[in-house]
């Protein structure tokens, strides 16, 4: 079966709204219409880098046929679990050879101890960032979804996202296209709240949200 942990969200979702809404006229109208919605967490580490890894450079909707597919392959979604895959299983279930090549590389990483998984909640952002970025497949952008999306970091503005440039792109500028100096200026009234503020501006373009 599909690996489906349970969900937790963030203690200080209600803060983080009152802040945006107070110090930003986009936010005051952004996060009123989606009321107690918030960003969840599945809570496992490996899971969430895992579907990191297989949403790459595909759309959100066949992101999730091919997790589908993929999660149903092992008992559990575990890092000896999918080691002890075979490849052609994972061709089949839709991910590219480079793809399998990282997700057995992330089970390696996982499985030999190369993480400081229990030091992680003590850790500054940018430490973990590096740590994640020395597994194969993950850049940048997937670290910050990691730490958005299982640590819950509450200030984290991933600039290399398309979907943050093309939200504040049609709230902020009229549809105009905009760089990441112009979205990081945005962002200085999002300030401690960044991740918040990107959760509502995703959801400004996609209403139904997104679980790593």
């Not at 999306?149 to 009229?174: A, E, Q, T």
């Not at 009234?189 to 679980?211: E, F, G, N, Q």
């Amino acid at each position: 079966m599909p690996f489906t942990p349970a969900s937790t969200t963030p203690h200080y979702w209600a803060d983080a709204c009152k802040h945006l809404m107070r110090k930003d006229r986009v936010m005051k109208r952004l996060i009123p219409p989606f009321g107690d919605a918030r960003l969840a967490s599945r809570g496992d580490a490996f899971c969430t880098l895992a579907r990191s890894i297989v949403g790459q450079q595909i759309s959100v909707k066949a992101a999730q046929s091919v997790w589908e597919r993929f999660a149903a392959l092992p008992e559990r979604m575990a890092p000896a679990q999918v080691l002890r895959l075979k490849v052609d299983d994972m061709r089949a279930a839709g991910l590219s050879a480079r793809k399998v090549d990282y997700l057995v590389d992330l089970a390696l990483h996982f499985e030999q101890g190369q993480l400081r998984v229990k030091d992680w909640a003590a850790m500054e952002d940018d430490a973990i960032i590096a740590e994640l970025m020395a597994i194969r497949g993950i850049g940048r952008w997937t670290a910050e979804m990691f730490l958005i999306f299982h640590l819950m970091r509450p200030n984290v503005l991933p600039l290399d996202d398309v979907g943050l440039l093309k939200g504040i792109s049609r709230s902020y500028f009229s549809g105009e296209p905009v760089s990441r100096s112009d979205a990081r200026e945005v962002a200085e009234a999002w300030k401690p709240w960044c991740s918040v503020a990107t959760w509502y501006i995703w959801r400004s373009l996609d209403p139904l949200p997104v679980v790593y």
